[in-house]
């Protein structure tokens, strides 16, 4: 059975990929090298972006359920002084961390809080901030990994959760797919399947049998089915890495229709 990871873990997880991070920063050459994944952004902005997300998003969590970005918080972003230094900028980055930290255990994994998706799979509350920062934070480190030429494969555990969460949380919503109804299947070696499914109704994810296991049911054919490690998986969902770079079943067409739907709000 699919467990999702628990609250402790997800903490956890936010303070080892924030540490990579800032490893992979501390071995930059320079601040100003441009990001690959982000080609606008010298790893000066990623740190800025990286950092000034944890600190909106501590003062999100703190401030509670409301139906728009809480005052505290956007001053909080518009109020940004990031030291140029680099043993500073280091320092303010694990401050910035840590006040996430603070800000979710005070909290707990239930408070309610304002997130940016009204309507998905996943909860308005600091239980999914928590999973979706871990995410956040180690795609990030990814590129800056990337950046300084010294990519590593994302953690097992992160990228596992972290399909599902992309799924769930970016994927889920009520506009109308514009095109014939067809699913979409991942699956990761590591034994873990997800079908998206897109129509009239939106999109809705959900967990599936991996390739090869013994069930009661059977599913219909998915349009296009994706095979990768869940580290390639998260990648690919978050386009550091083409479809390409993975096998690629059915009707791989349908990967780019998908990467360019932009479903109204």
Request: aromatic share 8%.
């Amino acid at each position: 059975m699919q467990k999702t990871l628990e609250f402790p873990d997800l903490l956890r997880l936010i303070d080892e990929r924030s540490t990579a991070f800032r490893a992979a920063v501390a071995a930059a050459p320079s601040l100003d090298v441009q990001v690959p994944a982000c080609p606008e952004w010298t790893l000066f902005d990623l740190v800025e972006h990286l950092g000034g997300g944890d600190r909106f998003w501590a003062a999100v969590v703190s401030a509670g359920p409301g139906d728009a970005p809480p005052a505290e918080a956007t001053a909080a972003r518009a109020a940004l002084e990031v030291p140029r230094e680099r043993e500073a900028l280091l320092a303010w980055l694990a401050a910035s961390t840590q006040l996430l930290l603070s800000a979710l255990r005070e909290a707990g994994p239930r408070s309610g809080c304002w997130t940016w998706w009204p309507v998905s799979q996943s909860p308005r509350n600091s239980g999914a901030v928590a999973r979706h920062r871990v995410q956040e934070t180690a795609v990030h480190t990814y590129d800056a990994q990337v950046t300084v030429g010294a990519p590593q494969p994302l953690p097992a555990e992160v990228a596992l959760d972290g399909v599902e969460e992309f799924l769930f949380t970016c994927c889920a919503t009520p506009s109308a797919w514009p095109h014939k109804p067809t699913a979409f299947d991942f699956h990761a070696t590591e034994g873990r399947s997800w079908r998206l499914t897109v129509d009239g109704d939106g999109a809705r994810s959900t967990r599936i049998p991996a390739p090869g296991a013994t069930t009661g049911e059977g599913l219909d054919a998915a349009g296009a089915s994706i095979h990768g490690t869940a580290g390639e998986l998260v990648l690919f969902c978050y386009n550091r890495i083409p479809a390409g770079s993975m096998h690629v079943d059915g009707d791989a067409g349908l990967l780019d229709l998908l990467r360019a739907w932009e479903p109204e709000e």
